[in-house]
């Protein structure tokens, strides 16, 4: 293989996660590669993410480009995959992952215990919203759109810094006192500056999937004997891939998406007797924050598990996990599950 095409969104965030995985696959094939520009359902509609629909819309583009092999491979942030894979396409790499937590960006860098009464917290999750509102009621949560720089000039003193899109109305430039963003994607874009405080998890557990990225090809393209095959396989990183297939496993179960105010994080932890553990925590909320619901599990991955079946059992436990959610349920799977 001479040279393969990735398919990307065209956000700064996305062009660099793009490239870095494209880089790293180049260097496993020992071959080119060039970037196509696609543009999702998310980049052109500008309303709230749950009433687009929320699940797919910044990932079905990427993967009719496949479809239609106008690019060999896609790179998504995982948590906006759907939790069902798609017929015919393949997650063939899951890479390293990156710190998985949410990170507070606020005027003066006051961490999310000591913002004031009534603070403006911006935010265009409701998973992140209800969890806000869950740890700090007086809050004022504003639905925010745009890309990081957009987002982070709203916030009051960030805005020089921030590259806002053109788009973006000077008048809501530091109309707010902080905004909630992925911490792995201010990292990768060389933004952590702003961040105040990486929210830690016992306060904000993360979307499925965050701070991991899927590298994504049809069926065929994952077989070892492809061109691309042992590349992709090289770029695969275990910890991650077990991590993140116990939360799509969760989600899965509760028909859930990424527009849903669910958290659900998974750890990979070596024993010291070899194997490891991966356990894997969830919450539910009530979007107003006034209720929350919480279930979790853990299995043993014996040392030297065929990976298939490693998989295999991450993605039960995700369905145990849902299982115990389902089981106590009072009411709150309503905001969960997808229409």
């Known amino acids: 293989m001479a040279t393969f095409t990735v398919g990307t969104r065209g956000s700064k965030l996305a062009l660099t996660q793009t490239t870095t995985a494209a880089e790293a696959l180049a260097s496993h094939a020992e071959a080119g590669y060039e970037l196509i520009t696609v543009k999702t359902e998310g980049d052109i509609l500008t309303g709230p993410l749950a009433q687009m629909g929320g699940t797919g819309v910044f990932a079905s583009a ?3 480009a496949l479809f239609d092999k106008t690019c060999d491979v896609a790179v998504h942030s995982l948590k906006d995959l759907p939790a069902k894979d798609l017929e015919g396409l393949a997650i063939a790499s899951v890479p390293s992952r990156e710190d998985v937590r949410d990170a507070l960006c606020s005027a003066d860098d006051v961490p999310l215990a000591q913002l004031p009464q009534g ?3 911006g935010t265009g999750s409701p998973r992140r919203a209800a969890q806000l ?3 700090r009621p007086d809050l004022e949560i504003v639905d925010i759109r745009g890309n990081v720089g957009t987002r982070l000039a709203r916030v009051r003193g960030h805005g020089s810094a921030a590259e806002a899109s053109p788009q973006a109305p000077n008048a809501a430039r530091g109309d707010l006192d902080a905004v909630v963003l992925a911490g792995a994607g201010l ?6 500056h702003h961040i105040a405080e990486l929210i830690p998890t ?3 557990l993360p979307a499925p999937g965050q701070g991991a990225l899927a590298v994504e090809v ?3 393209d994952a077989e070892p004997t492809a ?3 042992m590349a992709l396989a090289l770029y695969d990183d275990i910890p991650a891939r077990l991590e993140t297939s116990a939360e799509r496993g969760l989600l899965a179960r509760l028909n859930a998406g990424c527009s849903a105010p669910i958290g659900g994080l998974a750890r990979y932890d070596d024993n010291p007797d070899g194997g490891a553990t991966l356990r894997l925590d969830s919450v539910i909320c009530a979007p107003d ?9 853990e299995i043993s991955i014996e040392a030297g598990a065929d990976r298939r079946v490693s998989v295999d059992r991450a993605i039960q436990l995700g369905t145990q996990v849902a299982e115990q959610l389902l089981a106590e349920d009072f009411g709150l799977l309503k905001h969960v599950v997808d229409a």
């Open 133 to 135: 509102r869950a740890a």
């Open 289 to 297: 924050g006034t209720r929350t619901q919480r279930a979790g599990a």
């Open 218 to 220: 049809r069926a065929e």
């Open 187 to 192: 990292k990768r874009l060389g933004l952590e």
């Open 119 to 121: 603070a403006k917290v």
């Open 227 to 229: 061109p691309l095959g």
């Open 202 to 204: 016992e306060v904000m």
């Open 62 to 64: 990427l993967r009719q």
